[in-house]
């Protein structure tokens, strides 16, 4: 019933998205009764006519009927939850009553829609009376006694209040409380008595209980989840510092499904009524902190943050909330949790944000009031979303510069990586000197927050800063602080080691690695392989593809590992080391051997004049397969491997199938037949495949035939899928690939396919992240050098790669563009970028994922560098980027994957976000169910219309004609 209330909510909002909140709910504050209807029994609503023409009867009702009225929002100052007093005190009970009618008559006069929710049913006055007794008991021990004592006089709310007294006894000091509790059998009596009565339990009760349960370390209790769930059928009724109190007990669920389900429908009355809600600790109320410590905006903000709950219209209703807080003063952690939620959830809101930094972050007199932590959890959380306000930054700077002696590692650390992430260096000389007092204190950091300081530098540009030197040699001259490495904290010092010029430390980093017995691992490797094939180093990365060889898992791997090691010989020019790799493989493992190398042993043999020992060495039949291969392909593949996650002991197998079903099910040098091989394997086995095959490959191949791109950048190889059907196409005019990949084992992958398809001469595969390989593209190929860019790799990406490349002057005057997955789960900024950028005829052609019957878009547009760079985009854009990241995160980690019809709505609502950004592409090919094909005529007609856009010019124009180039090896 919630969740459908809150979807009917949502969609409501959608309708009127563009509105932000505050509008959107100033002009109902309250439910409305269709909303009010959707949550259930026990509420009725009075709209405000038919309560002026009865007063008397509302009156009457409430007393008769047992109903209570509720406050409204802006006066929740005097907001009163359902009374618990004796019926003793009735006289001023009555008092209260007659007050608040008189209250609700002035609203109703003053037109506005009043509520009337259901009071407690009646209790016994011995029950009232327990209450106080319960709380005022003289301790844990005592409380729990008189409730045993009272077993059978206690009512379900005397229950809760007991539970709601021990968790304060806990806050107040009782560090020993919890753990007594849990060998305590007055405690599980209380807790059994409490779960057979919760029915009889408030709203307000329920939140006390969980509250309780989770103050009291008890979140194990079936009780907890169990109250979580009738607390939830009463939402319509809770008030909102019972609903914070709630959030917050139920962060640590660990189920995630289970808690972002609890969470979803404790969002439904914070979208509905957020507007209304407490801010809770505003500085003048310091002194009462504790009254609202859990019934403030601020926290139920924090709960969501912590809970991992990404539904946008929480935090847009959050938002304007605080927005129309902004006067009172929020204090320092109310601010820190503010940014630090939105942000971690990936939430970015300019308005929210840019307001708290002119009230707030760019106030040295309010900056003073916050601590190390406060500090720099905000600068992390504007870096986490990309939000850069110069001012706010410096003056935290300059914050963090004072107290810098407070500082404990993870202040240092996060600080320089704010600054290092939002690529700003801060105020002259303030960061390093922040880092060499971190370089005083090295001995206090552990292994991760060493790794980020390291990386942060590197990023910022102090390759000499002290502090690398300090903190490289503690991890290395350290197996406990060594041994802590977790693979991307190794990543980071590795890729930290690579910018700084340190390949030496890398080394020994590697070696100290492995000597403690860990693994170097993906990450690790990719920055490792990286260093070696960027630098002139040969003998480098002969050295780490070899420890890649022996570390791998089985011969597949290994000799596909040994074949890449060849192939980068031969190609740096060493044909006889690259001969010389495979000899050893045949000799030391001979069941590690595939086609691939035999082929390559033929390549190098006749390239060397030493055809008698490669046919020695191949034997009678060197190219056949080796029985051992092909077992897994004809056996099938482990249901693992085709899970959504492929990983742990499955990492890889899918993608090492692939080659396997090429190698068994294509012969070599024929790319079209790996290619269809690729898609059989997957098609039989109803096997995803993140590949851009069928219509989408259509896309590439038409797109690569028009442009005749000289030099095209791949971002993302996987298993070379994409990069064979470009390079099959580009290499009769003499085109060339350079395919960037981060995973050293799909590198080698891909170099293994792309030897046996014969294309291994015109792609060069570059190994490490797009970020650092990109600039190596510069020296490789030169400047205006890229006449087509192809980007597979992650959506929230795809702008700043691009973006990267312009800054670098790697794109020629008339690039084409073009990337996959643009509508799921989505890549809103990128599409911003050439919609609004310098570029033009930004097109979005609508085709079918492979293997599923869904819509997705490629999204391309052609370079025209005499329009202006993109302005920033609306904070619209924004929203729909965090709902992007949110479904991606939905269809990876989410017990139950987004159904097709949730697909379906998610893509709705983007496109209709675009609109309202003015930046909706012109959308190609519609395929819907009557138009199932993309034709190559389509693509056709998009560079022909571009050229016309363009004042008629000739097509040719737009291609980059193939020049027959030179490129460096
Ligand atoms: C969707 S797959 C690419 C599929 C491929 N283009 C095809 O159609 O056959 C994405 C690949 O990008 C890689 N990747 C992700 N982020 C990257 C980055 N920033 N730089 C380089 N590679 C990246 C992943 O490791 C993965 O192999």
Redesign the pocket.
Known sequence: MLKSAYASFNDGARNGRGLRSTERLRSSQWYSPEELSSFGDGVASVRPESVLSAPDSVAESSATQGLSFYGKGPSLAKFSPPSRRPERRDASNMFRDKERERELSEQVAAGQNVFVMPKRPPRSNECYALDKDLSGAGSPSDALDLAMAKAEVMDAPNWANLLYALAHWKKKGGHHLAASLRSDSRWSRSLQRLQASLQDLTARDAANVVWSLATLEAKQEPLFLETADALCGKLAVCDPVSISKAAWALTSIPNRDRRLELYSKLAVPVVMRADSFPLGSSKCSESLSHVFLHGSLTMICYSFGKADFREGDAYEALSSALIGHMNNSLRPIDVCNVIWSFCTVGYRDDVLFTKICEMYLTKEEMVRDFNPQDLTNTTWGFCKVGFCHREAMETLAFECHRQRDRFDPIHFSNLLYSFAMLRIPGPPSLLAEVASTASQQVARFDAGNLAIACWALAALGMSEHPFLDCALERVIGSSQVCSNLGSRALSMLALACFRTARPGRLDQLLDATRLCGLGVGASGYSAAVMAAEQGKDQERELRILRQMAAEARDVRMQAAVCNSLALRLWKRGDTAGAFAVLRGLKESSPHSWSVVSSLLVARLGTELGALAEASELLGGDGAALDAAWEAPVLSGIHPMAATRQNEGAHAYTREFMTLHAVLCGAPPGDPDAAMAAIERFAESRSLWL???AWEKGVVVQEVARWAQPRLTV?????????AMNVARTVRSHGGRVAS????PL?VTLVRNMLEYAGLSDVVDVWTG???DSIPHLLKTYGPRSVDMVFM???GT?FHSDLALMEELDLLSDRAVILADNVLKPGAPLYIWHLAKGSYHHCTAISVREFLLQSEDWMVMAFRDASKPPAPTPPPELHRLAFESDHFRKKSMFDGVAPSKSDWWKFSQGFVTGLELCGCKPRIVGLHGRDNPKITPEDVARIFRTAAEERGGEDDEVLRGRGAQRTWPS
Not at 714 to 722: D, K, L, M, R, T
Not at 740 to 743: A, G, I, N, Y
């Open positions: 993140k590949i851009t791949e971002i993302g190889a996987y298993v070379g899928y994409s960037l990949e981060v995973d799909h992240y797009s970020f597979d790799q992650k990406r």
